[in-house]
């Protein structure tokens, strides 16, 4: 993640790219999920949504016809 610093006064400029942090984010899930940040409101904190690996994963168990069942 880099902070460019930005001028409009006269004509749109840009200032050098500082180094903020280094992150690896998430593959995206859909075709909106574009993101893998958010910046605070204030602008002085970022949510990074990133993947970290479980120790463990636990099953899937899927259940069919579970209505049926309680009858």
Known sequence: MTAVSVSTEGTFSTGQPVPLFQF????????????????????????????????????????LHAADAQK
Do not use: E, Q, W
Request: hydrophobic residues 30%; negative net charge.
């Open 24 to 63: 690896h984010g998430r593959a995206p899930i859909s075709s909106t999920d574009t993101f893998s940040y958010d910046v605070a409101s204030d602008g002085t904190r970022f949510l990074v949504n990133r993947y970290l690996k479980p120790d463990h994963v636990d099953p899937l168990t899927i259940v």
